[in-house]
């Protein structure tokens, strides 16, 4: 069995439609959470500032630039955090959908792949950082058994001996090989469909001239 190999990912945006909404559910919710915040400090600000500049009016109005500036200065500040945390709260949302649409993206592929009968692709192999590694090793633990045992129903066609006579069950018997090997991708389709001699196996497998006789 070869080794297993990793999904390349070039984009973080593997199913748009799921992670796009469950990214607005977690920029939403996070939303809410600086607003309640910010919304308060900004009206606050605002009414201090109004008392300050009613107070340099009267006492000392060289001040009131001053207080222009920084009151400017505060609300470009509160404005610049509420977009860096939306834009922070944006690429967590994307990257956490990513990590969890990406393996199951894998498996329904690898699965998809084994519905068509194709037991010759490699096991699954996902990143470190990603969710659901139980998940994919038991998937893994399952496909390398149920491929074992493909390989050995396939052993023990091989040491069948079916009478040539017999054409209705060797014809089901050759071309039961034929499917049990083409499904492993194994080497032994050739020989099988050459009707070569199996190495190692004390049955082999009828010649050619035999295969067209029935």
Known sequence: MTSAIYSTRRSYLIDSDFQLRYTLIIVFAAALGVLSVTVPIYYLTHQNYQIFYSLAYEVAPELLESLAREKLLINNILFSALLALGAFFTFLGLRMTNRIIGPLRVLKNHLKLLSRGNWE??????????????????????????????????????????????????????????????????????????????????????????????
Do not use: T
């Not at 001996?161 to 083409?182: G, P, Q």
């Open 121 to 214: 692709q490699r096991q699954i192999k996902i990143r470190d950082k990603d969710e659901f590694q139980d998940l994919i090793n038991s998937y893994n633990y399952f496909y390398n058994s149920f491929r074992a045992n493909i390989h050995k129903e396939l052993d023990l066609l091989k040491k069948l001996s079916i009478d040539e006579n017999s054409r209705d069950a060797h014809r089901a018997w050759i071309e039961l090989m034929e499917l049990k090997a083409s499904q492993l991708g194994n080497a032994d389709l050739a020989s099988i469909q050459g009707f070569k001699i199996i190495p190692g196996e004390p049955n082999v497998l009828p010649s050619p001239d035999s295969r067209h006789a029935s």
